[in-house]
């Protein structure tokens, strides 16, 4: 009796074992990623909201993923997509590869003040990020404005809490980053 339940156990193991095993080689997908990004008020006699691209890079600088493109979507005749380019770091990287809109990545420009980007659970552009080292990478660049570029380099999957800070100087305020196991 016995070896008829060892024999039936085996299978059970087995799958238990490939399952671990498949499991420790898959994506992280439950960890959460929360981006603060500050557009700051700037006293100027010609205001425009800048166009503003975050993504993710890897080591080699290729790009792992496009969290978030803002522009105006709204200009006729996609009017708004031809002025993408003078975010420079991002159009050179992803964007003239791009085509715009793209689901759940890009959206209207954000007023100053505190924007808030909110990603994880194995959903959206950070679903099949491969564990290893990156750098967020945030630009903005405004009509009569500068242009300006935030990096943060992180780990992912985290392991624990992290926590990630940069200071803009003109274009770009306090840009922050928090991820979670």
């Not at 059970?12 to 399952?19: E, F, G, N």
Request: charged content about 25%.
């Amino acid at each position: 009796m016995t070896h008829k339940k060892s024999a039936l156990l085996k299978p059970t193991v087995l799958a238990l074992a490939m399952a671990a095993l498949f499991a420790s080689a898959a994506p992280a997908g439950a960890a959460e990623m929360n981006l603060k990004i500050e557009i700051p008020t700037l006293n100027v006699a010609e205001y425009h909201r800048p166009y503003l691209a975050a993504w993710i890079e890897r080591a080699d600088q290729s790009v792992a993923a496009n969290l978030a493109v803002w522009y105006d979507v709204k200009k006729k005749d996609k009017e708004g997509e031809k002025w993408l380019k003078d975010m420079r770091q991002w159009w050179r990287r992803s964007g003239r590869e791009l085509q715009m809109p793209v689901d759940g990545v890009s959206g209207a420009t954000r007023p100053a003040g505190e924007q808030k980007l909110n990603l994880g659970s194995g959903k959206g552009p950070i679903a099949n990020l491969a564990p290893g080292d990156y750098v967020l990478m945030v630009e903005a660049a405004r009509e009569v404005g500068g242009r300006e570029l935030v990096k943060l380099p992180f780990q992912w999957p985290p392991k624990s809490v992290q926590t990630a800070k940069a200071q803009g100087g003109s274009e770009l305020g306090a840009v922050s980053l928090e991820l979670k196991p």
